[in-house]
């Protein structure tokens, strides 16, 4: 038969067992993640001002659509920081597992700030084809390529952060530079359009403005959509249950592995693996023997959270 040991603090007691839980939030990766942020942050705000003044004085709509996307970046920013700085609290008595859930429910409100800009967008690019305006600027050219470079140096630093952390609200706050990225390309078509086609073409800088909101949306979803599986714990981590196995084959006294289930909350993975040891073990032998075994997986693969040993007799 079966058996399950458990390890659960208790004011009166402790109960030995299988069950082996690990979870502390690396505060190195947490500050990672906060420096990142707020290099985003200040980003934005400076090119928010940019773009505007820069659309104002240069007449192009399509720089103050770019001027109010990165308004809401900032915003979006400010969630993102907030995610972040709560889900790296310790776990504690209600929240045994940790904060990081936290990370996802943010990912999914700045997914709504970034829909929110890009309806703003399409409406006031919509609104400005309807109505005749000047030629933009030549210099908005000038200005609209530095935003780009800055924009796509911004997305390689924080995508590759992101990948480092395992973080999906990194992630998101990456895909807002390359979306950003993304409109002032789409902007510099359209005034450059405009620019050396003379008068007829001033709308090319608007329609320019709806593609990009095109590809906005469509980023909203591969942001929302790897967020959607966290909260629901899909478990879909074929790599690193591979490496699980794999470790877990080297720790002696451990036969084999059978079920081994992972969800993710925050920067951690959380783990349920099902071991087999010999039946003839005593339940000592056994117990140490989960102990080594999370102990192994812990120490090699540091990202791990809450790790649960459960032993299946050979």
């Known amino acids: 038969m079966n058996q399950m040991f458990q390890s659960f603090p208790s004011k009166k007691r402790i109960i030995p067992t299988f069950v082996i839980l690990s979870s502390i939030p690396s505060m190195g990766n947490s500050s990672l ?21 820069t659309g104002i004085f240069g007449n192009s709509y399509a720089l103050i659509a770019d001027g109010i996307e990165s308004v809401v970046d900032v915003f979006a920013s400010v969630l993102v920081l907030f995610g972040l700085k709560y889900s790296s ?12 859930k936290a990370e996802p429910l943010i990912t999914f409100l700045v997914v709504v700030f970034l829909v929110i800009s890009a309806g ?26 530095v935003i780009i470079i800055w924009k796509e140096i911004s997305f390689q630093v924080v995508m590759s952060r992101s ?42 800088d608007d329609i320019a403005a709806l593609f990009a909101v095109v590809f906005i949306l469509f980023n909203c979803y591969k942001i929302f959509r790897p967020a959607l599986g966290e909260v629901m714990d899909e478990n879909n981590y074929e790599e690193l249950t591979a490496r699980i196995r794999e ?19 925050g920067m951690e993975y959380h783990v349920d693996l099902h071991a087999l040891v010999d039946g003839k073990l005593t339940v000592t032998e056994g117990h140490d023997i989960s102990h080594q075994l999370k102990d192994t997986l812990c120490k090699v693969i540091p990202e791990l959270g809450n790790v649960l040993i459960h032993i299946e007799p050979v």
């Open 33 to 53: 993640a906060v420096r990142t942020v707020i290099f985003s942050m200040l980003g934005n705000v400076a090119l928010a001002a940019v773009k505007f003044l």
């Open 89 to 100: 609290r310790p776990a504690d008595e209600n929240h045994p597992y940790g904060h990081g």
């Open 120 to 145: 703003t967008i399409a409406w006031q690019a919509y609104q400005h084809i309807i109505t005749p305006h000047e030629l933009p600027k030549p210099f908005t050219l000038i200005v609209l390529a």
């Open 163 to 204: 990948k480092k952390l395992k973080s999906s609200p990194l992630k998101a706050e990456a895909w807002h530079h390359r979306s950003d990225a993304i409109t002032s390309v789409a902007a510099f078509i359209g005034i450059s359009i405009a620019i050396f086609g003379g008068e007829g073409f001033e709308k090319a």
């Open 247 to 265: 470790i877990s084959l080297t720790v002696p006294g451990i036969k084999g592995t059978e079920k081994c289930y992972i969800r993710k909350a």
